[in-house]
């Protein structure tokens, strides 16, 4: 039997998002429940908040805000992942206000080592919203309370977007430490989430390139491919060696 060979061509722009087709070896059943388990949870957690970005009221005196969903599906996720006891392999880390103005993360996932608990795997999310909600962020997220939280950290400010703040984190880790951003809607498609996953952002860094929210978004242009939930942990933890990663996920 004769198989196809697939290839994969490397391109130099940093606005072309291409990642291998990966075929799953055979792995332990543990394996295979984590994806599994995990895909139930991002399910639940995903169209819970769908119902919300959908909503829309007749007198247009109540909007969702940014925090709001958010919290709907952290706290949807989390309590999933509890009742299918997710926690023993997989860990959710939720970040202090100042811990996400620091590092950019909303909140860490982590695949967990057995027996030793240790995290394998990491995934450092950031929630990324329109830009009507984003201005009800504005205050939230300013350099100035930036400032004011590194200089209490006891750290040099610089002046860095949210999103750069998080690659920075994911790259201080290593590999294996990958940046999520999980996009709450998107023009012309307000009701869907869409993501962006990498552990190769920091390229754009070194060619002084601003990271910012329409940066990321550059990478769903023309797209037409888009992984499960479940394929991007599964090319996660089927991934061998250090070479770097990125796709887009489609999360409803």
Request: glycine content about 4%.
């Amino acid at each position: 039997m004769h198989q196809t060979n697939r290839q994969n061509e490397a391109k130099s722009s940093i606005f072309r998002t291409l990642w291998p087709i990966m075929t799953l070896k055979p792995s332990r059943t543990a394996s295979m429940d984590l994806i599994h388990l995990f895909s139930d949870c991002i399910r639940s957690a995903s169209f819970r908040t769908q119902e919300y970005l959908l909503f829309k009221d007749p007198e247009n005196k109540f909007n969702p805000s940014p925090s709001t969903l958010s919290e709907i599906f952290l706290m949807t996720f989390i309590q999933r992942s509890a009742l299918l006891n997710l926690t023993d392999i997989f860990n959710t880390t939720t970040m202090t206000t100042e811990q996400r103005i620091l590092l950019g993360a909303d909140w860490v996932w982590a695949v967990l080592d057995h027996p030793s608990r240790n995290p394998k795997i990491q995934i450092a999310v950031q929630i990324c919203h329109l830009p009507e909600r984003t201005e009800q962020m504005l205050e939230e997220l300013s350099l100035d309370l930036y400032a004011e939280v590194m200089r209490m950290a006891g750290m040099d400010v610089v002046e860095k977007t949210q999103a750069e703040r998080m690659v920075d984190f994911c790259s201080s880790i290593g590999r294996d430490c990958f940046a999520l951003f999980l996009f709450f809607g998107r023009q012309k498609d307000e009701g869907n989430i869409y993501g962006l996953l990498s552990n190769n952002l920091q390229a754009a860094v070194g060619k002084c390139v601003r990271i910012d929210q329409l940066f990321i978004d550059h990478f769903f242009k023309g797209a037409k491919c888009f992984v499960t939930p479940a394929g991007m942990l599964q090319a996660l933890v089927g991934k061998e060696g250090i070479d770097p990663l990125t796709m887009l996920v489609k999360f409803t």
